[in-house]
T-cell receptor, first 115, second 115 residues
Framework: DSGVTQTPKHLITATGQRVTLRCSPRSGDLSVYWYQQSLDQGLQFLIQYYNGEERAKGNILERFSAQQFPDLHSELNLSSLELGDSALYFC??????????????FGPGTRLTVL | AQTVTQSQPEMSVQEAETVTLSCTYDTSENNYYLFWYKQPPSRQMILVIRQEAYKQQNATENRFSVNFQKAAKSFSLKISDSQLGDTAMYFCAFMKLTSGSRLTFGEGTQLTVNP
């Protein structure tokens, strides 16, 4: 158990809908990262928050957004869902913002299925 | 941009034997970390080992060790005394040592340990 929690474990929804994925980092970690794992794209970095502020952005679609709250938990919002958004979404956390000594620990993931 | 390549999509090994997984990367950075993560059938992403590019000594963690060749940009993982529980997808990952850094993953190598 990495100490990173994600809810829900599974999510099934329809095209055009909106969902929210939730992540709680390990105790003491200030950074939260979101990754998408799909069959055709592999593991792709989406976005990072550090202590409530956006720190880095990757291949995140405009239909997707995220935030980190004062208690450091993070939410990833996916809207206008398409079939191609079906994937495993991972949250990871680390102590710092990505410098020396930083290692990312992953949550169990949320499997999103868009029908 | 960084790229990570794992040229072995699948490998198999007999229980108790040794296997080496390959990874090469491309970067113009001098300071970075390299990681191996494993993803068993449960789909959890589990950290196996970390190597700091500024350290010449190869990292080891119990039965897992790496062969880090900085000039060649090569980072292989050796698993000794393979166990059935080592069956998993193994991902090589690169991280720059800068604020806001993300993990860049290879395509993965599916390792099967046979009894």
């Amino acid at each position: 158990d990495s100490g990173v929690t994600q809810t829900p474990k599974h999510l099934i929804t329809a095209t055009g809908q909106r969902v929210t994925l939730r992540c709680s980092p390990r105790s003491g970690d200030l950074s939260v990262y979101w990754y998408q794992q799909s069959l055709d794209q592999g593991l792709q970095f989406l976005i990072q928050y550090y202590n409530g502020e956006e720190r880095a952005k990757g291949n995140i679609l405009e239909r997707f957004s995220a935030q980190q709250f004062p208690d450091l938990h993070s939410e990833l919002n996916l809207s206008s869902l398409e079939l191609g958004d079906s994937a495993l979404y991972f949250c990871a956390s680390s102590v710092g913002s990505g410098g020396v000594g930083d290692t990312q620990y992953f949550g169990p993931g949320t499997r999103l299925t868009v029908l | 941009a960084q790229t990570v390549t794992q040229s072995q999509p699948e490998m198999s090994v007999q229980e108790a034997e040794t296997v080496t997984l390959s990874c090469t990367y491309d970067t113009s950075e001098n300071n970075y970390y390299l990681f191996w993560y494993k993803q068993p059938p449960s789909r959890q992403m589990i950290l196996v080992i970390r190597q700091e590019a500024y350290k010449q000594q190869n990292a080891t963690e119990n039965r897992f060790s790496v062969n880090f060749q900085k000039a060649a940009k090569s980072f292989s993982l050796k698993i000794s005394d393979s166990q059935l529980g080592d069956t998993a997808m193994y991902f090589c990952a690169f991280m720059k040592l800068t604020s806001g850094s993300r993990l860049t993953f290879g395509e993965g190598t599916q390792l099967t340990v046979n009894p």
